[in-house]
């Protein structure tokens, strides 16, 4: 069992940016190097979509390719958080971002959602044209 807990969402004007935060507390045998921790945004009316990933273990990501070179991942293990630095945000960018995370891997796990079995409550990120 592991609680997801995000934070930094809001408004910013498209050009602007933000930056995200989940805070994993451990309720698992599972070490924090063994998680996969990943974002994905939710629009309504719309399908899930990965956005980014990272694994814990060795710092390797992934991004959708509509966020490439402007989103960046990053991990700080020692506060098992992970960071989700968003820049030159587009209104498309808006959305319900939803850290999750799945423990005990060894490697990158792709941004599928059922790959993923913990779940945060979601920040909401306003992107005004």
């Known amino acids: 069992k592991v609680e997801l807990a995000e934070s930094g969402g809001g408004s910013v004007q498209a050009g602007g940016s933000l930056r995200l935060s989940c805070v994993a507390e451990e309720r698992t045998y599972s070490a924090y190097t063994s998680y996969s921790v990943a974002w994905f945004r939710q629009v309504p009316g719309k399908e899930r979509e990965g956005v980014a990933a990272i694994y814990i273990g060795d710092g390797r990501t992934i991004y959708a390719e509509s966020v490439k070179g402007r989103f960046t991942l990053s991990a700080d293990s020692a506060k098992k958080t992970v960071y989700l630095q968003m820049n030159a945000l587009k209104p498309e960018d808006a959305g319900e971002y939803v850290c999750?995370?799945?423990?005990?891997?060894?490697?990158?796990?792709?941004?599928?959602?059922?790959?993923?079995?913990?779940w945060g409550q979601g920040a909401q990120v306003t992107v005004s044209s």
């Open positions: 999750a995370a799945v423990a005990g891997a060894y490697s990158l796990v792709p941004l599928i959602t059922g790959a993923y079995n913990y």
